[in-house]
């Protein structure tokens, strides 16, 4: 079994990519050998094999140590990154620019309305994104730490809120 394909991309990601899908950029991470971190103009492929689409990444935190990626809807990642005391250090500053780059591109809007009320702090945010390559717009309603789900108020702010910013941004 060939275990890399062109380029170096491990053949398992490569036999995974969707028509018209390329590798933009890989680099070894610290979990095995030949443990890879893929980024393709699609999505990033992680090192178990998990396919992180670019629109459902909220969060990417590099360290020295290990890169953190926070989900939307299921949780954390984190994968370890070689250092020179783990098997060689590695630059990951192309794939750091392709990762923040890349979720970048798919955010249309991104828009901070306050709850309760028009003078409050706390709030929420209304996320437009987009898939790479797709005309689909998906709508997300991330709360502030200090809303209160269940607060009855808050339906009807995200529908009033959602409804003026699609009229105004023409999403």
């Known amino acids: 079994m060939k ?3 062109r380029g170096g991309v491990p053949a398992p990601v490569s036999a995974r990519l969707a028509r018209g899908e390329r ?3 890989h680099a070894p991470v610290a979990t095995g050998r030949d443990a890879v971190l893929t980024a393709t103009t699609r999505a990033l492929y992680l090192p178990d ?8 990444i909220d969060r990417a935190r590099w360290s020295v140590e290990d890169l953190l990626l926070v989900e ?3 949780g954390e990642h984190t994968v370890a990154l070689r250092s020179s005391e783990n098997g060689g250090g590695v630059d990951y500053r192309r794939l750091a620019e392709t990762v923040s780059e890349r979720v970048t591109a798919t955010i249309l809007v991104n828009d901070f309305v306050p709850f309760p009320s028009s003078d409050s702090t706390t709030g929420f945010r ?4 987009r898939p790479p390559g797709s005309t689909d717009v998906d709508w997300r309603v991330h709360l502030g730490e200090d809303v209160d789900p269940d607060d009855p108020r808050l339906p009807g702010a995200v529908e ?3 409804s003026a910013l699609r009229a105004q941004m023409g999403v």
């Open 3 to 5: 275990l890399f394909g």
């Open 23 to 25: 590798v933009l950029t």
């Open 49 to 56: 094999g998990h396919r992180l689409p670019w629109e459902n």
């Open 72 to 74: 939307e809807g299921v």
């Open 126 to 129: 209304l996320v437009a994104r």
């Open 160 to 162: 009033r809120s959602l």
